[in-house]
Nanobody, 121 residues
Framework: QLVESGGGLAQPGGSLRLSCAAD????????IGWFRQARGKEREEIAC????????YYADAMKGRVTISRDNAKNTVYLQMSSLEPDDTADYYC????????????????WGQGTQVTVPS
């Protein structure tokens, strides 16, 4: 099971750091991605960190405003978000898949319950 935390209310231009922790298993061997889903929209990938020396993957959705990092010792993956905008309001999820990242949301088979981020206009 994956557990997200760190969401909440952020002012436009502000920052938040989301955390994704593993409960009951080790992240070792898994690629961990961050995704978001706004009301009425499909889930979209933001970033992914594989379990290899590959560079992190950043989708266009928030590229340049987010940094994904991983601490295998703590079994946690972080998403640092900055310059937040009202359009960033969504539920944010982390997902896991074997080894390598993928730009295909459906390739991720294990999901957390999500954490809500709200940026008022």
């Amino acid at each position: 099971q994956l557990v997200e935390s760190g969401g909440g209310l952020a002012q436009p231009g502000g920052s938040l750091r989301l955390s994704c922790a593993a409960d009951g298993f080790s992240f070792d061997g898994y690629a961990i991605g961050w995704f978001r889903q706004a009301r009425g929209k499909e889930r979209e990938e933001i970033a992914c960190h594989s379990n290899s020396d590959d560079a992190p993957y950043y989708a266009d959705a928030m590229k340049g405003r987010v940094t994904i990092s991983r601490d295998n010792a703590k079994n946690t993956v972080y998403l640092q978000m900055s310059s937040l905008e009202p359009d960033d309001t969504a539920d944010y999820y982390c997902g896991a898949k074997g080894q390598r990242c993928s730009a295909n949301v459906r390739a991720f088979g294990l999901w957390g319950q999500g954490t809500q981020v709200t940026v008022p206009s």
